[in-house]
């Protein structure tokens, strides 16, 4: 939908202003036949892909990356005025 991605991409770009999202290289788990990175959880054992079945192969990619200690102390201070209406596994 529009309105999502308009609002994604505007704080996107507010978090980039600040210089609290960068570009970096981080090596990931690569999935040959499906051409994706994965999450360590969908790599068997075997070191194959839970998609594809394809051996997963290491790989250095630039990617984004948000300095989320950076604002940390802010999010932690900001659950405080969640506390009316939101479930505490919401908060915590």
Do not use: C
């Not at 991409?9 to 999935?31: S, T």
């Amino acid at each position: 939908e529009a309105e999502y991605f308009a609002w994604t991409q505007w704080l996107f770009l507010e978090l980039h202003k600040a210089g609290l999202a960068y570009q970096g290289e981080a090596m990931v788990n690569w999935d040959p036949v499906d051409k994706t990175v994965l999450a360590n959880e969908q790599v068997d054992s075997q070191g194959r892909s839970w998609r594809s079945g394809a051996l997963v192969e290491q790989r250095m990619l630039t990617q984004w990356f948000f300095r989320i200690t950076a604002f940390a102390d802010d999010l932690l201070a900001g659950l405080d005025g969640l506390e009316e209406g939101w479930p505490p596994t919401v908060r915590a």
